[in-house]
C-alpha cells in the first residue's frame, strides 16, 4: 500500500512511495508526530538521479525488517534535495562538520525539534569495510534514544550552537581589484592538471563557472594563459568519456583524472553551463570543436530534457535496464567491440573502435568501453564515413531501455538552460533554440511566478510545487532572463528581471553588511538560515545574484542594484585569491565589475533591418565580459539604453558606454568589433 509520498510531485520521493517504510515528506505535522510518540526522526536526503540513493532504497527501504524497525522507532522523512536545498544545506554542513565529508544519500538523526545528533550517508545492509549496517546504525540511535536521552539531546543542541558559531569573514564590502584576481589566476595555474585539463585529481569535475572567469579575464587582459587553460580543458573534456559522442550533453563527473569513465547521469545545470562556456569558447577563438559541442549540448537539452509545458527536466539516470532487467550504471552508453561488429559490420566496427577508444579488454566494467575520442584525427578519417557510423549507433542506441528522467522543472536550472539557449540560438543563427528559451521562459512567468513576482523552486507536469523559491531561483532566472532580453530586444524580459531582482534587494540581503541569504526572510525558519557564497555543483545563489545585479544595473543605471552587487562581491575579494576554484563564478562577476560592465546601445529602423542586426550580432559577439546589449528602434521605450540615441545619417548605430564615459557612436560593424573586443 503507498505511504504519505504517494501524493508529493517529486519524481523522487514518488520513487519511495511503494517502500514498506511509512515515510513522511519534511512538514511541520511530521515533527508534531515525532513529539507527539516521543521518538527521534529519520531524515534521509538524495535526489532521483543519484546511484547509491537507489542502491540504499533497494537494501534498505524496499526491506520488510528494517521498515518495521523504522515504522516503529522513528518518525521518517524523505527529502529531495533539489526541491529543498535550504534543508538540504543545513544539514549538510552539520554532516561535514561532524564527519568531515558529505554528499548523497544523507543520513541524519534528529530531535523532534530537528536538532540533529547522528550523521551519515550510505549505510550498506550488512557491515562492510568498517561500516556498520543501516539496521545496527537504528538499532544503535534507538538504545541511545532511550537510555541516554540527556546525551542525545546535550549533543544536538551544542550541534546547533556550534552551526549557528560558524559564520565566515566575508572581507569588506568593496569588488576585488586587479590584484586579487591575479592572485585567483596564480591559484589555479598552480591546481591546474596540464596533461589532462581541469584542476585537481579525481574524481573531476567540468569547472563550468572557473572556464566563464578564465575566458573573461582573457578577454580583459589578454592573458594567454588563461585562455590555454580554458580552450585545453574544453578540448579535453569533449574528447573524453564525460562527453556524450554520440547524443551530445555531458554527464556529472568523471571518476578518473583523464575524462574517461563517467558518473553517467546528466543534469540539466551542466549542460546549460557547458553549453555556454563553449559557445563563449567558439566567440573568444572561433574553435570548430566548441561550436560542435555547445550546438551537440543544445541539441541534447532540448531533445532530452525538454518537458511538455517547454520547460526543462532536471536530470537523466545514471542507471537503466541493461536488457537482462537489472538496472546497470552506464548501460545505455556503453559498447563492446563484439556490439560494434553487431550493428556496423566488421570493417565499418574497426573503424569505430580506432576511432572512439573501443578495446577489447574495455575502459568501462565487464569489457564494455565508454566512448571517446583518443586521437586527433578528425582530419585523417572520412567524415561521411564516422557521420553514418554515428547515425547507426545512435539509432540501435535509442532502442536500448533508456535511462529514466526527473521531469521536475527546477526554476535555477532553467534559468541557466534560458541563457545558454538564447546566446547559443544567437551565435550559430539557430532561431529554434531562442524560441526554446522563450518557451521555458514563458513557463516559468506563467507557473512560477505569482502576482508579487514570487518565485516556487519547482513544478511538475504543468503544476507548480509547494516549495518556495530560493536565492539561486531568482538570480538563475534573472540571468536567464536579462540574456534573452539581450537576445530578443523584448524589454519584458529585464522588466521581468528587475522584479526579481528586487526581490534579492529585500528579502535576500543582509541591510548591513551586504551578504545575502539563500532563503528569503520571511521564508520557514530552519535550525539555521543557509547562507553559502561558495559555487559548487552550479553557481551559489549569492555569486549568481552578483553577476545579474550587475547586469540588470548596467541596462538601467539602478544605483541601488549596483551597490548591492558590488557588496556582494566583497566575499569574493577574501575568498578569490584563497579558493578559486569554488568561486569561479564570483570571479567571473567581478572581471565584469572591473570591465565595467559595458553597455552597448543598437539602434536601427527595426529589428528585422539588415544593418541593424549585423550590428545587433556583433555587439552579441563581444568579448568584453558582462557587456549588456539593447536594441530597438530610436526612443524605443524597451530598454532604457535606447533613450536619446538616434539613427546616425539615417544609418543603424552602436552605441557603447562604460563607466559613465560613451564613445562616439559608430554605423561600422569592424569598429563596434573593435571597441568590445575586450
Not at 382 to 410: F, M, N, Q, W
Not at 465 to 493: I, K, P, Q, R
Request: aromatic content about 8%.
Amino acid at each position: 500500500m503507498p505511504n504519505r509520498l504517494a501524493h508529493e510531485t517529486s519524481p523522487y520521493l514518488l520513487q519511495h512511495a511503494d517502500n514498506p517504510v511509512d515515510w513522511w515528506p519534511w512538514s511541520a505535522e511530521a515533527f508534531e508526530e515525532a513529539r507527539k510518540r516521543n521518538v527521534p526522526v529519520l531524515l534521509s536526503v538524495g535526489y532521483s538521479s543519484c546511484h547509491w540513493c537507489h542502491v540504499m532504497a533497494h537494501e534498505s527501504f524496499e526491506d520488510e525488517q528494517t521498515a518495521e524497525d523504522l515504522n516503529a522507532h522513528y518518525v521518517s522523512i524523505k527529502v529531495d534535495r533539489e526541491e529543498r536545498p535550504d534543508v538540504d544545506a543545513v544539514y549538510m554542513e552539520a554532516v561535514q562538520a561532524a564527519t568531515g565529508q558529505g554528499g548523497w544519500p544523507m543520513t541524519v538523526f534528529l530531535t523532534p525539534d530537528a536538532e540533529p545528533f547522528y550523521f551519515g550517508t550510505y549505510f550498506p545492509p550488512a557491515p562492510r569495510q568498517g561500516m556498520p549496517s543501516f539496521r545496527q546504525v537504528l538499532q544503535g540511535v534507538h538504545q541511545a534514544w532511550e537510555e541516554r536521552r540527556d546525551e542525545v539531546t546535550e549533543v544536538a543542541g551544542k550541534i546547533v550552537r556550534d552551526l549557528a558559531a560558524r559564520e565566515i569573514s566575508y572581507g569588506d564590502a568593496r569588488t576585488p581589484g586587479e590584484e586579487e584576481l591575479a592572485q585567483a589566476l596564480l591559484g589555479l595555474t598552480r591546481e591546474y592538471d596540464p596533461q589532462r585539463g581541469g584542476f585537481g585529481g579525481a574524481p573531476k569535475f567540468p569547472p563550468s563557472m572557473v572556464l566563464e572567469f578564465l575566458l573573461r579575464h582573457h578577454a580583459r587582459t589578454g592573458a594567454e594563459g588563461a585562455l590555454q587553460m580554458a580552450s585545453d580543458t574544453c578540448e579535453r573534456m569533449a574528447r573524453g568519456g564525460i562527453y556524450d559522442q554520440l547524443g551530445g550533453g555531458f554527464a556529472r563527473y568523471s571518476v578518473d583524472r583523464d575524462w574517461v569513465v563517467p558518473h553517467f547521469e546528466k543534469m540539466l545545470y551542466d549542460n546549460a553551463l557547458l553549453c555556454r562556456v563553449y559557445a563563449h569558447l567558439w566567440r573568444a577563438t572561433g574553435s570548430e570543436l566548441a561550436r560542435r559541442v555547445a550546438l551537440e549540448t543544445a541539441d541534447f537539452m532540448v531533445r532530452e530534457l525538454r518537458t511538455n509545458e517547454g520547460g526543462f527536466a532536471s536530470a537523466l539516470d545514471a542507471d537503466s535496464d541493461d536488457g537482462t532487467g537489472k538496472h546497470v550504471e552506464g548501460a545505455y552508453y556503453a559498447w563492446t567491440p563484439e556490439q560494434l561488429r553487431e550493428v556496423l559490420g566488421e570493417q565499418d566496427a574497426e573503424l569505430a573502435a580506432q576511432y572512439f577508444g573501443v578495446t577489447e579488454e574495455g575502459t568501462f566494467e565487464e569489457g564494455a568501453s565508454v566512448l571517446q575520442l583518443p586521437q586527433q584525427q578528425e582530419g585523417l578519417v572520412d567524415a561521411g564515413k564516422i557521420a553514418s557510423i554515428r547515425e547507426r549507433l545512435l539509432a540501435v542506441r535509442s532502442e536500448r531501455p533508456a535511462p529514466g528522467r526527473d521531469d521536475k522543472v527546477v526554476a535555477a536550472w532553467n534559468g541557466l538552460a534560458i541563457a545558454a539557449l538564447a546566446e547559443t540560438g544567437a551565435y550559430f543563427d539557430r532561431p529554434d533554440l531562442v524560441e526554446a528559451a522563450v518557451a521555458a521562459a514563458d513557463l516559468l512567468v506563467r507557473l512560477h511566478l505569482d502576482e508579487q513576482a514570487r518565485l516556487t523552486r519547482t513544478s511538475k507536469d504543468g503544476h507548480a510545487g509547494a516549495n518556495a523559491g530560493v536565492l539561486e531561483d531568482y538570480a538563475d532566472v534573472a540571468e536567464g532572463f536579462l540574456a534573452l532580453a539581450s537576445v530578443t530586444g523584448e524589454g519584458v524580459w529585464l522588466e521581468f528581471a528587475g522584479f526579481l531582482l528586487d526581490h534579492v534587494l529585500v528579502r535576500f540581503t543582509d541591510p548591513e553588511s551586504g551578504s545575502l541569504y539563500d532563503t528569503a526572510a520571511d521564508a520557514e525558519q530552519l535550525i539555521r538560515r543557509p547562507q553559502d557564497p561558495t559555487d559548487n555543483a552550479a553557481p551559489s545563489g549569492w555569486t549568481a545574484a552578483a553577476n545579474a545585479l550587475l547586469g540588470y544595473a548596467a541596462h538601467t543605471g539602478s544605483e541601488p542594484h549596483r551597490t548591492a552587487a558590488e557588496r556582494a562581491l566583497g566575499v569574493v575579494k577574501a575568498l578569490g585569491p584563497r579558493v578559486p576554484r569554488f568561486i569561479g563564478w564570483g570571479l567571473a562577476a567581478a572581471e565584469a565589475a572591473l570591465d565595467g560592465p559595458r553597455e552597448v546601445a543598437i539602434v536601427g529602423p527595426s529589428l528585422d533591418h539588415e544593418g541593424t542586426k549585423t550590428l545587433h550580432r556583433t555587439a552579441l559577439l563581444g568579448t568584453a565580459p558582462g557587456a549588456v546589449v539593447a536594441v530597438g528602434a530610436p526612443e524605443s521605450d524597451e530598454f532604457p539604453l535606447l533613450t536619446g540615441r538616434p539613427l546616425v545619417g539615417g544609418e543603424p548605430a552602436a552605441y557603447v558606454c562604460r563607466n559613465f564615459t560613451c564613445d562616439a557612436p559608430t554605423t561600422e560593424v569592424e569598429r563596434l568589433r573593435a571597441v568590445l573586443s575586450g
